[in-house]
């Protein structure tokens, strides 16, 4: 029998095991895999812990992101997936759909091939971080060129993705971390200002000020320089983990 991840009550990592489990055939609609990576986000972690937006169902498994190799196909789903190298793109219940295991099965809306130049491993860790990224800036505040992007907890999987959505779209970056050490990591990827401290917020204040901030739910704005920052723009855009606010034109702010 394949091998799975569960967990029979709430708790830290400890309370995770390793299962032999009977995977059920994809019903319509689904379509099942041999998994070959999976990619492991803050939900997971929230997700035993009872802190997500679903509680678990026990025994319960868990995983969002998967890469694996179509074995078969239930009703309504086109048959030549078969056989293809597909990620699922996260947006289904890890109850009624978990995939940190050797074998899973996924709804079929929620999976896309692969490119071959995309291993498995990077093609596992991608959705949840970029797709959130992007939602916000693109689809929610029409970030573009001429815009300028604060981005709090910079360094984390969501803010270096957002890194590079912000540079795609033709506009400029603030990025904020904690320590130094990580400061050409943000340059890498595509910084403009990488702020490391309060005396570096006051240089930046005189040269620019943002008109979007995307603040990460984890890094609340508590410091009066960054609040002045996000709160002081020309087109103030705040966007948080949970906003559902409509922004047409820009003109709303939080």
């Given at each position: 029998m394949p091998k799975a991840v569960r967990f029979h009550k709430l708790g830290?990592?400890?309370v995770l095991q390793i299962e032999e489990v009977?995977?059920?055939?994809?019903?319509?609609?689904?379509?099942?895999?041999?998994?070959?990576?999976v990619g492991l986000n803050r939900a997971e972690s929230m997700y035993y812990r009872g802190n997500y937006s679903q509680q678990p169902e026990f025994p319960s498994g868990l995983g969002y992101e998967v890469v694996g190799t179509v074995t078969a196909v239930g009703e309504g789903?086109?048959?030549?997936?078969?056989?293809?190298r597909i990620g699922t793109i996260p947006?289904?219940?890890?109850?009624r759909y978990p995939v940190l295991g050797e074998r899973a099965v996924v709804p079929a809306y929620d999976v896309a091939e692969l490119p071959l130049s995309l291993p498995?491993?990077?093609g596992a860790a991608v959705w949840m971080q970029y797709a959130t990224a992007y939602g916000a800036l693109v689809e929610f505040a029409k970030v573009g060129p001429g815009d300028t992007v604060l981005l709090t907890a910079a360094s984390s999987s969501v803010g270096l993705a957002a890194i590079q959505v912000v540079k795609a779209q033709g506009a400029l970056s603030i990025a904020t971390t904690r320590t130094s050490a990580k400061k050409q990591l943000l340059l890498d990827f595509g910084v403009h200002w990488p702020i490391i401290s309060l005396e570096s917020f006051a240089e930046l204040r005189a040269e620019t000020v943002p008109n979007c901030s995307l603040r990460s739910?984890?890094?609340?704005?508590?410091?009066?320089?960054?609040?002045?920052?996000?709160?002081g723009c020309k087109r103030p855009i705040l966007l948080a983990s949970g906003d559902?606010?409509?922004r047409p034109g820009r003109s709303n702010t939080h």
């Open positions: 830290g990592p400890e009977q995977v059920r055939h994809p019903e319509a609609g689904e379509v099942a895999i041999d998994v070959a990576a789903v086109d048959s030549s997936l078969i056989g293809k947006g289904y219940s890890m109850n498995s491993v990077e739910l984890s890094t609340p704005l508590k410091t009066c320089a960054l609040r002045g920052l996000a709160f559902r606010g409509n």
